[in-house]
């Protein structure tokens, strides 16, 4: 897949963009979103999470590590959706201790990672990357790449 770019202007703007990104989703995808602190990963993430519709509140889960939300496909079946972020993950012990490897495998639910460079050697081979960049002098603005991995 050709590299797409999606610019935002606020935050709501941004969860539309995370919105119709999840259209292309199937269970078991793995969607790594990457950003500098406060470039709008969670709120990417959340759009995925409205998409499918989950009832939660959907917040970054940086002090638990792993939140788990239920959500429904399209088509109306249950949907398990993980939402990690692995920004205090030190090492790859850490890692194996959080259960990171049988999650990241998991055919039937979908894997939104922030922060997924602290797991690099864990990650599949096929994995939807997603960049979110802040824009110079524009504060609510943004940038997200979206590439898909390993194909």
């Known amino acids: 897949m050709r590299e797409k ?3 935002t202007h606020s935050e709501s703007e941004t969860i539309l963009a995370g919105e119709q990104f999840a259209a292309g989703l199937v269970k078991g995808d793995v969607v790594a979103c990457t950003g500098e602190l406060g470039a709008g990963k969670t709120e990417f993430i959340k759009g995925v999470c409205q998409y ?3 009832e939660d509140l959907v917040t970054s889960p940086t002090f638990s590590v792993i939140n788990q939300y239920k959500g429904k ?3 109306g079946r249950d949907l398990i959706i993980f939402h990690v972020d692995l920004y205090r993950i030190e090492n790859p012990d ?3 201790k959080i259960g990171f490897d049988d999650m990241i495998f ?3 639910a979908m894997k939104l990672i922030e922060w997924p460079e602290h797991a690099a050697t864990m990650m599949p081979a096929k994995y939807w990357d997603i960049v979110i960049s802040t824009v110079p002098d ?3 603005q943004r940038r997200i ?4 991995k390993g194909e």
């Open 145 to 148: 790449s979206i590439n898909r």
């Open 94 to 96: 850490e890692l194996a």
């Open 73 to 75: 496909c399209p088509d």
């Open 52 to 54: 499918f519709q989950v």
């Open 138 to 140: 524009k504060e609510t």
């Open 5 to 7: 770019v999606v610019v």
């Open 106 to 108: 998991a055919h039937d």
